[in-house]
Nanobody
Framework: QVQLVESGGGLVQAGGSLRLACTAP????????MGWFRQAPGLEREFVSG????????YYADSTKGRFTISRDNAKNTVFLQMTSLKPEDTAVYYC?????????????????????WGQGTQVTVSS
């Protein structure tokens, strides 16, 4: 298993912004679909956003559409999640996940079971 490393979490007021980053070691990043998930206390891990390995396909949960933007820099093995107009209900531990692919795959992968590699998570707290 590959260990991913998230950064960029923190405490922000409602309406504010944060940018999360996730770095993946090794050579498979450019051949991997990437995803962001989050988990609030007592709740199941939920899908936030995903991106294909080229970045041409990006998709979002309804709750984050229009406020969050996913992007990636394959030269730096890094995927980003720009979060704007944050709400208290966005408070959670945010995780990035990696799914390596042999061929280009632009399907939408929204289940945690779709991904093999995970980071340790970064806390995002939005105060009202």
């Amino acid at each position: 298993q590959v260990q991913l490393v998230e950064s960029g979490g923190g405490l922000v007021q409602a309406g504010g912004s944060l940018r999360l980053a996730c770095t993946a070691p090794g050579r498979i990043f450019s051949r991997a679909n990437m995803g962001w998930f989050r988990q609030a206390p007592g709740l199941e891990r939920e899908f936030v956003s995903g991106i294909s390995r080229s970045g041409s396909t990006r998709y979002y949960a309804d709750s984050t559409k229009g406020r969050f933007t996913i992007s990636r820099d394959n030269a730096k093995n890094t995927v980003f999640l720009q979060m704007t107009s944050l709400k208290p209900e966005d408070t959670a531990v945010y995780y990035c996940a990696q799914r390596s692919t042999i061929l280009t795959d632009n399907r939408h992968f929204t289940s945690p079971s779709d991904y093999a590699d995970w980071g340790q998570g970064t806390q995002v707290t939005v105060s009202s």
